[in-house]
C-alpha cells in the first residue's frame, strides 16, 4: 500500500514566497488604478505541490478569482521558449491545493491579477515531503484510457 501524502503536517510545507502588490493610482481619474501586471514568481519550483493563499483587503463578498496561477515549462534554456502548462485559480482571502502535472523536474509560477484588485498579497507554499509517484501514474493511465474511449464513443456517435 502506498504512503498517505502528509499535507497536515506543518513540517512538511515551506513558505517560499510572500509579497504584496499594488494597482499603480491614475491621478486626475479619482480612486482608479492601473491593472497590477502579470508577473513571475522568482523562484524554481521542483515539488509539484503547492499551496497558494491569496489575501485582498478590499475583497467583495461575490468575488470568486483572487489570482491565477500559472506553471510555466521551460524545456529548452537555448532557444527561450517558455510554455503555460496549467493554470489554477486562487480565490480570495482562501487558501488552494495546487497540484500540478509532473512534466518537468523543475518549472516556474506565473501570476495573473484581475484588473479591479488594487492590492493582493500571495503567499506560495513548497510541499516537501515524499509522495508516491504511483498514484500520479495510476490516474494518469486512467485518464488516457478515459480519453480513449470517448473517442471511440464520439466516433460511433458521429456515424450515426
Known sequence: MAEPILLNDPLQWEQVYSETKFGTPMTGYGKRYLPIPPYLIPTLFDSHIIAAQTLIPNAGP???VGCW??????PSPISGLQMQAREFTVPPNRAALLVFPRLTNQFKLQVRIPWWHEELTLQIYQYNGAYNTRIEELVTSQTDVIRVDLARIETKI???
Not at 69 to 74: E, F, K, S, T
Request: hydrophobic share 50%; no cysteine; charged share 25%.
Open 69 to 74: 496561477v500559472q506553471q510555466i515549462l521551460d
Open 158 to 160: 458521429n456515424a450515426l
Open 62 to 64: 461575490r468575488w470568486r
